[in-house]
């Protein structure tokens, strides 16, 4: 059984910056692509960036230069630093483990955990 928690959300103004991070309870996370997604409301969920067991990063165009995500494979956890925010970041964040992360496509595993809301306001 795969945990995933999320944790590190909250209010922030524009222009701030957030850092989430989510632990994994799977001992193979190291061999496991990661990958952070998010949800506004009203909309799909959407790929923001991953990084696969070798280290290889994906960004989505709209948190290029803004987003970095990192994993630290003996704490189990992956992390996503958010700097420069805007109000069109505001979504609940969910952590991914498992997928499948290319230049042209991402799927998704199962596995997710409960969402972490991000709120970007003055």
């Known amino acids: 059984q795969v945990q995933l928690v999320e944790s590190g959300g909250g209010l922030v103004q524009p222009g701030g910056s957030l850092r989430l991070s989510c632990a994994a309870s799977?001992?193979?996370?190291?061999?496991?692509?990661m990958a952070w997604y998010r949800q506004a409301p009203g909309k799909q969920r959407e790929l923001v960036a991953s990084?696969?067991?070798?280290?290889?990063?994906k960004y989505a165009d709209s948190v290029k230069g803004r987003f970095t995500i990192a994993r630290d494979n003996a704490e189990h956890t992956v992390r996503l630093q958010m700097n420069s925010l805007k109000p069109d970041d505001t979504a609940v964040y969910y952590c991914?483990?498992?997928?499948?992360?290319?230049?042209?496509?991402?799927?998704?595993?199962?596995?997710w955990g409960q969402g972490t809301q991000v709120a970007v306001s003055s």
């Open positions: 799977a001992s193979i996370f190291s061999r496991w692509a």
């Open positions: 990084i696969t067991s070798g280290g290889s990063t």
């Open positions: 991914n483990a498992g997928g499948y992360y290319s230049d042209r496509a991402d799927y998704p595993s199962n596995y």
